[in-house]
Structure formats: C-alpha cells, structure tokens
C-alpha cells in the first residue's frame, strides 16, 4: 500500500522556467513532509522541509507548498536550473510514528539548457 | 561523503546465496535505517535500528534480517536470494537532536543472476 504517491515518473524542463513537482498522501496522520534529492550512484539528500503546521516553506529557489485538505504537496523551483536534474522524492512521517518515514517513487526532473 | 558509509558499493551474486551489506552511520547518530529501491519504485522501509535495538520494521522480508552493534554500525543479510531481491539498498541515519531529515549514504546496488 503506497502512502506516498508520486504519480509524475519524469518531467521535462526549459532552463529558467519554473519546475513543478507534485506528491500526494494518503494517511491523514502524516505530519511532517520532506523532499530529498538524488543524482546518479548517490544516496538522497535532504532539501526542503514542511510541517503540517504550515503551507508553504521557502529556501532560496526551492519552495514547498502543503494543502492538507487535499492532501497534496508540490516542490516549485524557480529558476530551474541544469544542475537541478536529479530524481526528487517525496516523504512523510506521522509523529506518532516515531521517524519513520514514508517516500514516494520519485519524480526525474530534467532541466534543458 | 554524506558521513553515511555502505560497502560493498556493487555485489553480484547468484540465486540462493546469502550476502551481508554493512552501514557505518555518520558520527553521533544513533539511529540507523535500511531501505530498498527496486526499478521503478520508491524507497521501501525495511527496518530501523536505534542504539543496537530493533525499533520498527517496515516491508521486510523474513528471509531478512539485520542488527546494529555496539560501535553502532548496522548489517543487512540478505539470504536464500531471489532474482527479485536485485535491488539497490540504502542506509540512513539521524541523531535525536535532528530527528527529521535523514542522512542517507550512496547505497549497495545489489544484483542477483
């Protein structure tokens, strides 16, 4: 049972235009929501964080949205840049789970020069 | 270098046999995580360690297990292998002043033949 869905396997983009990621949930308990990020023969790394508290954490280019009503979350990155390709998942934790976290199948994200 | 090391980096085996995979997690954390990513699908939860003792376990097959060790570095044995279990596997870490945000290192990609 995928928790977690990301239903975008690959998304193409121009440089400079405006790269949309988009993740869906199913549990109502999850409170905690991240993005991570992985390139090539690489573990994720972390890039963006919300709590269920809020609906929009910002950080530099990157910028997450929360509507917990839909139970949907999206990654914006303006300007898409080259270097931003990678393969962006998305991940949920309910605090009464401990840290235990569900991810998503993730999103390639590939930025055109 | 995440601080998260896995070895070995690639392991071919064949169906049947047994391999362990090992996970230094990065200094001063004490929780350690195994994930599986299978082609075309997200990071499955398999376990998750905290100093030494089993915490959670997620999708984890019983032919299966792992430990932690008192140096805090965890081993996955996989054993009477499956085509199927041909996979790339990842450790991750935190510590509980950071609960949220994992460090994960560069994975195992495992193939069985």
């Known amino acids: 049972d995928q928790q977690v869905k990301q239903n975008s396997p690959s998304l193409s983009v121009q440089e400079g235009r405006i790269s949309i990621l988009n993740c869906d949930y199913t549990?109502?308990?999850?409170?905690?929501f991240l993005w991570y990020k992985k390139y090539p023969a690489e573990g994720p790394t972390f890039l963006i964080s919300?709590?269920?508290?809020?609906d929009k954490n910002e950080d530099g280019r990157f910028t997450v949205f929360l509507n917990k009503s839909a139970k949907h979350l999206s990654l914006h990155i303006v300007p898409s840049q080259p270097g931003d390709s990678a393969v962006y998942f998305c991940?949920?934790?309910?605090?009464?789970?401990?840290?235990?976290?569900?991810f998503g199948t993730g999103t390639s994200l590939t930025v055109i020069p | 270098d995440s601080g998260v090391t896995q070895t070995p980096k690639h392991l071919i085996t064949a169906t049947g046999q047994r391999v362990t995979l090992r996970c230094s997690p990065r200094?001063?954390?004490?929780?350690v995580y195994w994930y599986q990513q299978s082609l075309d699908q997200g990071l499955q939860f398999l376990i998750q360690?905290?100093?030494?003792?089993?915490?959670a376990k997620g999708n984890i097959l019983e032919r299966f297990s792992a430990q932690q060790f008192p140096d805090l570095h965890s081993e996955l044995n996989l054993s009477s292998l499956e085509l199927g279990d041909s996979a790339l596997y990842f450790c991750?870490?935190?510590?509980?002043?950071?609960?949220?945000?994992?460090?994960f290192g560069s994975g195992t990609r495992l193939t069985v033949v």
């Open positions: 549990n109502s308990m999850f409170d905690y």
């Open positions: 991750a870490s935190n510590n509980p002043h950071n609960p949220y945000g994992y460090t």
């Open positions: 919300i709590s269920s508290i809020k």
């Open positions: 200094s001063g954390d004490l929780s």
């Open positions: 360690y905290y100093n030494g003792e089993e915490r």
């Open positions: 991940a949920a934790s309910a605090s009464n789970t401990g840290n235990q976290f569900y």
